[in-house]
């Protein structure tokens, strides 16, 4: 999930708050800037506790499958985490939603030109996405995730869970999530077809009390080979007046209400489609589809060979005849032969260094 500042461009170039302020010898968007990206992340954290709770004993066992940092870039934080059924996927973005109204209405009462706008999206991993250690300048010290285990573990990828900011992650799934942000605002949260399924699922279970937006189909650059892709918004306006204003404007132009099961239904089919895999989040394979996605499987035939391989290699190591012991004597011989080198190409040198003394 991600959050982006909106008016961020007007709010730094603005003459009132490119000037220091309050004794700080920084211009004020710098100390606004400061602030969000400290105190963003505590609003998500304290309402993932609250929403958890509501939700009961199921996601309070799994207090570490919460939303992380993930990186930021530029003006934008973007967090990530292991969701593990609909009821947990629905908590996290309820979470980041809930965020999204607390900071914001914290702007407007600071009567800050800044609003917030957030997306969010699924991608599954070890396959087709995957999880790299990042590492940190060599030269200036160790890599970063250099005790990390090896890449093609389970523990590698719980890792990357519990420590996001210490891996990257890349994938079309990670691709498509930042080419729908770019559909967000202030009271649009937008989301991938995939989540976008869970969420209305989850809101069909009565566990995701939000109001859903569907605005047609564009095509995004590099998603599902450019074919038009649907945009899907969970309403995140926060003024009623214009809550008002905008179901005004539905009625006058025949406008319905987005029903969660339609939507759900929608976007299965969509997917079935466009050939995008269907979620499945680990609660069971059969609660999501008949089959495994297509993708896990190939991975899985993958490894399974990988672990034939390095199993034939061990055993093949194990039968192999212990090696003959050395000829002490040879490997004297070899030593005294270094020694010769070694000395004659010191004296050489030295022979050098006199030369270009005198």
Not at 39 to 46: G, M
Not at 55 to 62: S, V
Request: overall charge negative.
């Amino acid at each position: 999930m991600s959050v982006d500042l909106v008016g961020s461009t007007a709010f730094k170039a603005s003459k009132k708050h490119s000037e220091p302020q309050n004794g700080s010898p920084s211009p004020a968007w710098v100390d606004e800037f400061r602030t969000f990206y400290k105190d963003f992340p505590i609003e998500v954290a304290k309402a993932y506790d609250l929403v958890s709770k509501a939700f009961g004993e199921e996601l309070l066992e799994n207090a570490d499958d919460r939303p992380r940092i993930w990186k930021t870039i530029g003006d934008e934080i973007i967090f990530c985490g292991r969701v593990t059924s609909v009821e947990h996927t629905a908590a996290c973005v309820s979470a980041f939603l809930k965020a999204l109204e607390h900071y914001s209405k914290r702007l407007e009462d600071d009567d800050k030109p800044l609003r917030l706008k957030g997306a969010g999206w699924l991608a599954a991993f070890p396959a087709p996405n995957i999880s790299i250690a990042v590492t940190s300048d060599p030269v200036a010290g160790q890599p970063a995730a250099g005790a990390s285990p090896s890449e093609n573990t389970e523990q590698f990828e719980l890792d990357a869970d519990l420590t996001p900011s210490r891996f990257d992650f890349l994938g079309k799934g990670i691709d498509t999530g930042f080419r729908i942000a770019k559909n967000a605002s202030e009271d649009r949260f937008v989301t991938s077809v995939q989540l976008g399924y869970v969420l209305a699922r989850a809101s069909t279970k009565k566990k995701f009390p939000h109001s859903f937006g569907y605005h047609g189909r564009e095509p995004l650059k590099g998603v599902i080979d450019g074919a038009p892709y649907p945009v899907v918004s969970v309403d995140t306006e926060r003024s009623d007046l214009k809550s008002k204003l905008k179901s005004r404007e539905a009625a006058l132009t025949g406008e319905t209400t987005v029903e969660a099961y339609a939507l759900c239904d929608f976007l299965e089919t969509f997917m079935q489609t466009a050939n995008i895999e269907m979620p499945c989040l680990g609660e069971s394979q059969l609660a999501w589809s008949k089959d495994w996605p297509e993708s896990y499987i190939r991975y899985q035939a993958a490894f399974n060979e990988h672990l034939d391989i390095d199993e034939a290699n061990v055993q093949q190591v194990k039968e192999a005849p212990e090696p003959e012991h050395p000829d002490d004597k040879s490997v004297n011989d070899l030593w005294a032969e270094l020694d010769a080198l070694f000395n004659d190409d010191a004296a050489a040198q030295t022979e050098d260094g006199d030369s270009v003394k005198e």
